[in-house]
C-alpha cells in the first residue's frame, strides 16, 4: 500500500502499529531524502501487509488519520497487459 501525507515526524514502528490495527504488516518502509545536509521524511510511505485481507482492511477504511494528519492511501494500479508485442521500425 502506498501511504502520502505521512507526519514528518513519524517513524516505522509507529506507521506499523497504526496499521496493525487492520491485520498483520510484513513491514513500513517510509521514504527520506537529504535536504541541505538533514536527512527528512518525504511524507510517503510503503506498506507491506501479510495477507490480502489486511491490504483489503486498509484500502476500505474510510478516512485514516495518523498523529492528527489523515493519510492519503493508494492502492498499487493493475498495468494493462498486452496481448501482442510492441515492434518499432527505425528509420534506415
Do not use: W
Not at 504488516?25 to 531524502?33: A, L
Not at 491490504?55 to 496481448?83: M, R
Amino acid at each position: 500500500v502506498f501511504v502520502r501525507n505521512i507526519p514528518i515526524s513519524a517513524d516505522p514502528q509507529a506507521l506499523c502499529d497504526y496499521f496493525s490495527n487492520f491485520g498483520k504488516i510484513n513491514s513500513v518502509r517510509i521514504m527520506y531524502e537529504r535536504l541541505r545536509g538533514k536527512t527528512m521524511s518525504r511524507g510517503i510511505a510503503f506498506v507491506d501487509c501479510e495477507s490480502p485481507k489486511t491490504f483489503i482492511n486498509i484500502i476500505n477504511h474510510p478516512v485514516h488519520v495518523f498523529k492528527g494528519q489523515t493519510l492519503h492511501i493508494d492502492s498499487p494500479k493493475e498495468t494493462p497487459k498486452s496481448d501482442s508485442s510492441f515492434i518499432r521500425s527505425f528509420p534506415q
